[in-house]
């Protein structure tokens, strides 16, 4: 993940945006202090640690919950000690630098309405999950992927995906005018 996160920052424009979706919480099952109690690690400091090493700082941050209030998900918890996670993080970088502006129609291509800006730039968003995928552990639902897409680039700009999976930030990106990358192990 360090080799990605270096590699990330390396072909970043100046004034660039990456936005990197993770789960705060890894339950790491393995014994602590001789408990066999799961334990948790925090692991969000670790990309901020790697990433502002190459000139990328963390410039906030959004909380996507998740909650699909099924049966399936209450069914997940083990007892007192499990907490249901129902959401993940969206922390959202930029390189230092000036980012190059954008032509006038480019600009104009790109313009949010007022009701998206309302809607995209609150701190906390309310998307269903997709529901679980032939093929794939963790399918990102497009109109999280379309959101950041279209708050952080222009028509003709360059997205890339080092995360590739099921492809949904490429498609959202071409979508919306925009030449997409992405590339998975």
């Keep these: ?3 990605v996160m270096e590699e990330s920052a390396r072909v970043l424009a100046k004034g660039g945006i990456l936005a990197l979706n993770i789960t705060e919480i890894h339950d790491f099952k393995e014994k602590m202090k001789n408990s066999k109690t799961p334990h948790i690690k925090l692991m969000a400091h670790r990309y901020q640690e790697w990433l502002e090493e190459n000139g990328v700082m963390l410039a906030g941050q959004i909380v996507w919950v998740k909650d699909s209030g099924s049966k399936a998900d ?3 918890t083990s007892g007192r000690d ?6 993940e993080f969206i922390y959202i970088f930029r390189k230092n630098g000036e980012r190059k502006a954008p032509s006038e129609e480019a600009a104009s291509k790109s313009v949010l309405t007022k009701d998206e800006r309302n809607q995209y730039f609150r701190s906390v968003w309310t998307i269903p999950p997709v529901e679980k995928m032939e093929g794939h552990p963790a399918v990102s639902p497009d109109e999280l992927a379309r959101r950041i897409v279209k708050m952080y ?3 003709g700009d360059t997205v890339l995906d080092p995360f590739l999976g099921s492809g949904t930030t490429c498609k959202a990106a071409q979508e919306l005018g925009r030449r997409a990358i992405g590339y998975e192990r």
């Design 1 to 3: 993940i360090e080799i």
């Design 74 to 76: 209450e069914d997940k």
């Design 82 to 87: 499990s907490i249901l996670n129902q959401h």
């Design 153 to 155: 680039s222009f028509t």
